[in-house]
């Protein structure tokens, strides 16, 4: 264990191993900026959910948000954990059934979802739509008519659950571009609204609250939220909630500040909250569904760099620089979010230096760390950084014209390429010479 936070190992000649595998050697065979999974942390991370809620004896979906990474192979990795899948577009749904990812199995969501969204996720049944607007209410139940088919449904609210610094805060006043307002009127206006459509099967509330939470006590104020609503409906209009939704935001360790508790903790505090609910309020026990998505692929992600160049300046700062940065990892300029690494040709070294990292693009914002203790950096050391296997590919992009790196899983000892590396050619297909 690399600092004994990050699941990784060291070999003999020092360097940082990755499922097995010599990460210099992975950087060797396909290059750099590279993103390396370990394939048993996906399935250890997976499990954790799964065999909680299995123990628990209760009815549960553990639904992967695959916006965190969503390629063919990890949703093939997904598929095998008996996961359900999370998509908030056409594209993620298309990869989902490039997959075959069993569509029953799949959730649909969005704040915007257009007509041929809709028309893809009705034509191949998927498991459910969770409905985020009145616009879309109305366009679900046209296409369905169309179709003659039936749709399960929940419905996504805004429960008004702030975290505040250590805190969780309950609002009434929710400033959110995602589904309907609890507390003002919307959500029973919609609830009316989707009992009026014969060919929409309304099953029950789902809110999504953030992320990177590292207590439970957001989702245990959430599923309270829900559940007064639900025994509302359930007292005026004979409605029994088959379905509690409470979405993603499971915290992961970035760097050493991070303090996440267990996956399994989370779970049985939420079902304990919520079979203590249920009770309370004389409903059923509902299905528990959750979403996490960097708690699945997150800390089963390394990124790999070559360093080029360095510019010390004296008293400053020292800057190192990477062949990579905001393209492959933008959360570090979006979300000032901290990020650890090693050399990992050096994994053994004891840190003397503190230098910060730089990436390539023309943005002075484009600095993947800052401050990161390390030993003595030469040109074409290889650094690692930790924790990039959620949000890093799955928001990669084109500035400056960086093709988008590649992505390898390594598994049992056997690396295999599963995202090929762009060329310059698929850099400029799409463009059209003007004349
Ligand atoms: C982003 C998102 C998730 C996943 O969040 P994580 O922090 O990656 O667990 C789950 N559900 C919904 C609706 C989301 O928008």
């Known amino acids: 264990m690399i600092a004994d936070h990050h699941p990784f190992d060291i070999n003999d000649s020092g360097h940082l191993t990755i499922g097995g595998i010599d990460s210099v050697d992975l950087a060797q065979k396909y290059g750099t900026p590279l993103y390396v999974y370990d394939v048993s942390l996906i399935r250890e991370n997976c499990r954790a959910f799964v065999n909680t ?11 992967y948000a695959s916006k965190a990474f969503s ?3 990890m949703l093939q990795v997904i598929k095998q954990e008996g996961l359900s899948l999370d998509v908030v577009s056409q594209g993620e749904l298309y990869t989902a059934l490039t997959a075959n990812f069993p569509s029953d199995k799949i959730h649909l969501h969005g704040n915007n979802k257009n007509i041929d969204e809709l028309e893809m996720a009705i034509e191949h049944d998927i498991g459910c739509i969770v409905v985020d607007n009145f616009y879309e209410i109305e366009l679900i139940s046209k296409l369905l008519r169309e179709k003659g088919k039936t749709m399960d449904v929940l419905m996504r609210v805004t429960p008004g659950i702030e975290p505040n610094t250590h805190q969780y805060i309950v609002t009434g006043n929710e400033d959110s571009k995602f589904g309907f307002n609890l507390s003002n009127g919307q959500a029973d206006r919609a609830f009316l609204q ?3 459509h014969d060919h929409i099967h309304f099953k029950g509330l789902h809110s999504h609250i953030g992320s990177q939470f590292f207590e439970t006590e957001g ?6 939220t829900l559940f007064q609503k639900m025994a509302e409906w359930q007292h005026q209009y004979h409605f029994t909630p088959e379905v509690l939704n409470l979405g993603g935001g499971f915290g992961i360790r970035y760097t050493a500040e991070d303090q996440p508790i267990s996956y399994s903790d989370h779970i049985r505090d939420i079902t304990a909250a919520v079979r203590e609910q249920a009770t309370s309020f004389n409903i059923p ?14 800390n089963a992600g390394v990124t790999l760099y070559t360093v080029g160049s360095t510019k010390e300046i004296p008293g400053v700062r020292h800057y190192i620089s990477v062949d990579g940065g905001m393209t492959d990892n933008i959360r570090p300029a979006l979300y000032q979010a901290k990020y650890e690494g090693v050399l990992a040709n050096k994994a053994s070294h004891p840190a003397t230096d503190t230098v910060s990292v730089a990436g390539k693009c023309c943005e002075s914002g484009d600095m993947l760390i800052w401050d990161l203790p390390i030993p003595a950096v030469d040109h074409n050391d290889i650094l690692a950084v930790f924790s990039t296997g959620a949000y890093g590919y799955s928001m990669a992009n084109h500035y400056n014209r960086f093709p988008k790196a590649a992505a390898v899983f390594v598994e049992n000892g056997r690396d295999q390429l599963v995202i090929k590396r762009e060329t310059y050619h698929d850099v400029v297909k799409n463009d059209m010479s003007y004349e």
């Open 53 to 63: 809620f299995q123990e628990l004896g209760v009815r549960a979906q553990v639904a």
């Open 71 to 73: 390629s063919v192979a």
């Open 194 to 196: 989707l009992q009026e």
């Open 219 to 224: 989702f245990l104020l959430a599923a309270k």
């Open 285 to 298: 026990l509902p299905e528990i569904w959750i979403e996490p998505g960097r708690a699945i692929a997150g």
